[in-house]
């Protein structure tokens, strides 16, 4: 079994909740099931025994922040998505700077595979 937590608050779970008549939803605890997947929309809501009743939790955490630094560092496997857009430069650099990148997987979805050297020597 596979979860989605929605750390960041982005809204994209309520949305669903709201529009998407999902089977099973309980808004007070910030969950829905959507195309069989769990989906949780209140962090502070979950359990601590959620890893027990998963194979595997996705946790979005959004934008970095050192707030949810200690959380991402606690995971067992990271990815980290990034762009190249001048807003986001500088999380970026933060992020690769102060993430172990032997335990990091970093995903940069929105650059062609040919830039990502120079993107990477560039930002680091």
Known sequence: RV???DMAGHGQVQ???????????????GYIEFKGQD???KPIKITENIREQYHVVVYDYGTWSE?????????DVRVCVGKPDPWTK???????NRLDKERTL????FIP???WKPFAAQNA
């Not at 707030?67 to 995971?75: G, H, L, M, P």
């Not at 500088?90 to 690769?96: H, I, L, P």
């Open 113 to 115: 595979k040919k830039q």
């Open 67 to 75: 707030e949810n630094e200690q959380s991402f560092i606690d995971c």
């Open 3 to 5: 979860c989605y937590v």
């Open 106 to 109: 970093f995903v940069l979805p």
């Open 15 to 29: 949305v669903i909740a709201e529009r998407m008549t999902p089977r099973l939803t309980d808004i007070h605890k």
């Open 90 to 96: 500088d999380a970026m650099k933060t992020v690769v």
């Open 39 to 41: 989906m949780y929309f």
